[in-house]
């Protein structure tokens, strides 16, 4: 005996259907008006001290999680931990590089 399917699941799966993949995600990225919001304000400049503690981070933990893995004294969770300290630290330093503001002044001619 097959049991009949219920009319809301072969409703439902039209919609869906018709309204396409993509279609949430472009309801959520836009405004009531259907506009897309603007680009986020550039970040400011940071200072040189700022960049130089964020260059040492990861070269400090790095180091320091190549020791931890070396010892076998050190267990593997503290190893695991100034590892991930490491890898945050360098994709903190990677994100703040890509998001520097961009010289506004035009490159140098070329000859």
């Not at 409703?11 to 836009?30: H, M, P, S």
């Amino acid at each position: 005996m097959t049991t009949p399917r219920r009319r809301s699941q072969g409703c439902r799966a039209r919609i869906l259907a018709r309204r396409g993949f993509l279609a949430g995600v472009r309801d959520t990225l836009t405004t009531k008006d259907a506009v897309h919001p603007g680009s986020p304000p550039p970040d400011e400049a940071r200072p040189v001290r700022w960049w130089v503690l964020r260059s040492l981070n990861p070269l400090f933990f790095t180091s320091v999680a190549v020791y931890a893995w070396w010892t076998p004294d050190i267990g593997w969770f503290s190893s695991a931990v100034m590892t991930l300290l490491a890898v945050d630290g360098a994709a903190r330093l990677l994100r703040a590089l890509r998001r520097r503001p961009v010289s506004s002044s035009p490159p140098p001619a070329a000859s």
